[in-house]
């Protein structure tokens, strides 16, 4: 399931980038780019909350700023489950 998921995301980053030259919905176009702008924004948040997880899980942390920016909670959730199972 969470391949499924990795490959949507990466099919709506590909649809938000060409959606800059090509705009692909017409009209509705500036809703991908909203859209776009926010997951990207909530991403570089992630970036700085799970930061410490990068640096600790990635022999070069631009790797893992990568891997979060593209899929997000996708990643960091299983930093979650890791901290919410250790707490338990």
Same mark, same amino acid.
């Given at each position: ?11 709506? &980053? ?16 500036? &809703?991908?780019? &909203? ?16 930061? +410490? ?18 899929f997000g909670v996708l990643r960091t959730g299983e &930093?979650?489950? +890791? ?6």
């Amino acid at each position: 399931m969470m391949t499924i998921l990795k490959i949507g995301q990466l099919g709506f &980053w590909v649809a938000f980038l060409v959606n800059f030259v090509f705009p692909l919905l017409g009209e509705n176009s500036v &809703w991908l780019m &909203w859209g776009g702008f926010a997951i990207l924004a909530a991403h570089i948040l992630e970036c700085l909350v799970f930061r +410490k997880d990068i640096h600790r899980d990635y022999s070069n942390p631009i790797e893992g700023y990568i891997v979060v920016l593209l899929f997000g909670v996708l990643r960091t959730g299983e &930093w979650m489950r +890791k901290k919410s199972t250790s707490t338990s």
